[in-house]
Each structure stands twice: as structure tokens, then as C-alpha cells.
């Protein structure tokens, strides 16, 4: 079993940036997706950026492309999204979320675990 725990939501005004933490506690995979995911109100939840662990391989949702960046630091089984250039419609509940194998990353069915999300707000 694998317990994620997200944090460093908030609120901060359009064009400004956050860092969002997830800390993976548990079994320790060197295989799958280490991942981002949100979901804003009314909306289903969309992938946001990846890391493939088995292959070193970044993704990104075109909406985040060029603003969002993941890093994984496996020493400490976390990893990151730096946000910046926070828009607006970026207001939502970020998950983090591990998969143990491969498949569709920005299919939240690939992933076997989930955090309990962390608030993002951004508000002028």
C-alpha cells in the first residue's frame, strides 16, 4: 500500500506561482506514473503533468505546457508541480497520484493511488 499526502495549496493573485508537494509513504514502486491531477468545480478531474519512472519521460497537458513543471526526487519518494503563471481558471483541487504500471497518463484509471487533494485558488 501507498499513502500520498499533497501540500503547499493556496490562494495567490493571476500571473503569480505555488509549489505543490506530495510525499509517497508505503511500498516504494520504480515503476509507473508519478503524477499531477485537478479538478475544478463541475468539471472531471483532468491530468495535469507526469513523470514516467521507468523511462525518465515528461508529460504535460497543453493547458500547462510551458507554465507547470514536475520534478521527482526518488531519494525522498516526492515529487513536485511548480506553478507559475497562475491563470485564473488553474483554481481547482490538485491530487497527486501513483501508478504502478504504464498506461494512458492522463487516464486518472492508470493510477492506483490517490492523495486527498490540496486547494489551489487563484483570484485577483
Known amino acids: 500500500q501507498v499513502q500520498l499526502e499533497e501540500s503547499g495549496g493556496g490562494s495567490v493573485q493571476p500571473g503569480g506561482s505555488l509549489r505543490l508537494s506530495c510525499v509517497a509513504s508505503?511500498?516504494?514502486?520504480?515503476?509507473?506514473?508519478v503524477a499531477w491531477f485537478r479538478q475544478a468545480p463541475g468539471k472531471q478531474r483532468e491530468g495535469v503533468a507526469a513523470?514516467?519512472?521507468?523511462?525518465?519521460?515528461?508529460w504535460y497537458s497543453d493547458i500547462v505546457k510551458g507554465r507547470f513543471t514536475i520534478s521527482v526526487d526518488n531519494a525522498k519518494n516526492k515529487w513536485y508541480l511548480q506553478m507559475n503563471s497562475l491563470k485564473l481558471e488553474d483554481t481547482a483541487v490538485y491530487y497527486c497520484a501513483r501508478s504502478i504500471w504504464a498506461g494512458a497518463w492522463a487516464d486518472e484509471r492508470t493510477y492506483d493511488y490517490w492523495g486527498q487533494g490540496t486547494q489551489v485558488t487563484v483570484s485577483s
Open positions: 508505503g511500498t516504494t514502486y520504480s515503476t509507473g506514473y
Open positions: 513523470f514516467y519512472t521507468d523511462g525518465g519521460d515528461y
